[in-house]
């Protein structure tokens, strides 16, 4: 069963547990009234509950900024302006190493302690930032020399490495900002491009470009491939729904709007767009509530009550 399927049976359910039993001849025209009312003017009343049971989410109708945009792969990686390798003062031997990889430290915190080959005198090993620890080659035993003991990398913000291709190279510049989602967790985030290439890759005819990527949440973690849309241009729109209002209802894009008999299918008239938004130029008015996430439920309802009426 598709996904999709199994949420309109789900939802089905559920609206059917809200209403209560099945309706009998006698209750046709109450129902009428309280669902779906005629072809001319059909109407969808739902209760809170069984709203919130359906997942249907509702917004006010209002401005919005359209954005044209560019879309990019890229990959997260650490900030390597902020990361440091930690090594010993002195030479020494390692007396203990208290951190492994993966373990968060703060500031100053003590990483490993070392006794000193001249003075004998054992001193810390400590962190010079906050962070995580993403490597260690420090073993108790072990003379430290003027290796690389510990790496911590502070992930509070990340970098998203971005493959260009020549033709858009020309496109993308410094301080233009970028939306970058994960398509495994949803998860989204806003950037902004801090670098960009000056020369190419010989091996696959691409240029690189970086973003700065806010992680104070620890969303992000390196390696993930994610998708970003770069903004290109911006464009404020008067009036515009969220594209997941959109249904096609005879033949034409509608959106359900709810009024006080329940949520009525409006046809829209629709201009610019992007990958959020849709500019509506006619069939709505500013502040008018319309049907957000899961607005198909309605359509699908709204299918019912027509096949009803074909009897």
Known sequence: MSTRLL????????????EGPA????????????????DSNPHIALSPEQREAAGIAVADAGPAVIRETLPLYGVVAPNAERMRD????????IRSATKQIGDPVRAGETLATVESNESLQTYAVVAPLAGVVTARHANPGEQTGDKVLFTIADLSTVWVELALFPRDVSKV????????????????????????????????????????L?????????????????????????????NDALQTVAGGPSVFVLGDEGFEPRAVRIGRADAEWSEVLEGLHPGERYATTNSFI?????????????H
Do not use: M
């Not at 949420?7 to 809200?18: D, G």
């Not at 009998?24 to 109450?30: E, V």
């Not at 670098?195 to 690189?208: D, E, H, I, K, R």
């Open 7 to 18: 949420l309109l049976t789900l939802t089905a359910f559920a609206l059917s547990a809200c």
């Open 23 to 38: 309706p009998t001849a006698q209750s046709d025209a109450a129902h009428a009234e309280a669902g779906h009312d005629d």
């Open 86 to 93: 930690v090594g010993a003062r002195f030479p020494g031997v």
């Open 173 to 212: 510049r410094v301080g233009q900002q970028v939306r970058v989602r994960s398509t495994d967790t949803g998860h989204a985030g806003d950037g902004r491009i801090v670098y960009v290439a000056p020369f190419g890759s010989s091996n696959n005819q691409t240029l690189s470009a970086r973003v700065l």
């Open 214 to 242: 806010d992680n104070a949440e620890r969303r992000w973690t390196p390696g993930l491939y994610v998708s970003t849309a770069v903004t290109l241009r911006e464009a404020q729109a008067p009036l515009a729904v969220r």
């Open 298 to 310: 309605l359509k699908a309802e709204l299918g019912k009550g027509e096949a009803g009426h074909d």
